[in-house]
């Protein structure tokens, strides 16, 4: 049987959706962009690595993915190149002919080679300020895992730095209009219910109560609660009227004696003068 140049270039190196390692298929990405980029037609920038993986970590570096978003584009192959931007894959005069000449969209996943690959990634995905920045935002360090890579564009240390996503199904569901990119998991930033921030709140008052307390085996101290607090001031409070009402009634009591006896002393004159 002879073997087409598209069967030997998807078999010469398998890809297996879903059987991928976290090192294994990030580095053979860049591999696959080492070796078949083009410095005229298909020049990709040792910057652009890290992003480029991480796109092909969203397909599960998977040549044959397919998603259709919610506004009915479908998103093809390993780099999720847009059906309407196949007819940008090549450059006006690419000896390799265009994508779209060769074949149809619905047959992109199958019949594309490697080099159609990264030929779409240099002049659709990569030149996409909107695509990047989109996938800058699901490529953000606490969504991947960063995965150190052997490469031959990179003269200086020989290696480069990617990004392996770690949900990969995420580009996938914002596509589908299942989640978009203000998902917490995204954003990083939890939507908590003004009923949770209460609970959150008390949790903390308490958290702080028993920190307090505990602080005494350090240095012993008395800690008083605060309605034990108000029952001891009123109390004090209490005792203190009560010994001045009694000290106001003592005195009162004695002015009274003091009249009475005044007055029968009185008496008593009058008495001795009659």
Request: hydrophobic residues 30%.
């Amino acid at each position: 049987k002879k073997t087409s140049t598209t069967e030997t270039a998807h078999t010469s190196m398998p890809v297996l959706k879903n059987t991928y390692t976290s090192t294994t298929y990030p580095c053979w990405v860049v591999e696959l962009m080492d070796k078949y980029q083009d410095a005229r037609w298909s020049k990709i920038d040792i910057k652009s690595y890290p992003i480029a993986v991480c796109i092909a970590g969203y397909s599960s570096y998977d040549f044959y993915h397919r998603i259709t978003d919610k506004n009915g584009t479908r998103h093809l192959g390993i780099f999720g190149i847009r059906e309407d931007n196949l007819g940008k894959c090549n450059k006006e005069g690419d000896p390799k002919g265009k994508v779209l000449d060769r074949m149809s969209a619905d047959n992109y996943v199958f019949e594309s080679d490697f080099v159609d690959e990264v030929r779409c990634l240099a002049n659709t995905v990569l030149n996409s300020e909107d695509t990047i920045r989109f996938y800058e935002t699901l490529c953000q360090p606490h969504l991947v895992v960063n995965v150190t890579c052997p490469t031959t564009n990179n003269q200086s240390t020989g290696v480069i730095q990617v990004y392996n996503p770690i949900n990969k199904d995420l580009a996938d569901r914002i596509y589908i209009g299942e989640t978009d990119l203000n998902d917490e998991l995204i954003t990083g930033i939890k939507k908590t219910s003004t009923t949770e921030m209460v609970h959150t709140s008390e949790a903390r008052e308490v958290t702080l109560e028993h920190h307090t307390r505990s602080s005494t085996t350090q240095k012993p101290q008395t800690v008083v609660d605060c309605w034990d607090g108000h029952k001891l001031i009123v109390t004090i409070i209490l005792l203190v009227m009560t010994f001045l009402l009694g000290t106001v009634g003592y005195y009162l009591m004695r002015i009274s004696k003091n009249q009475i006896r005044f007055q029968a002393s009185a008496r008593y004159d009058n008495n001795i003068l009659l």
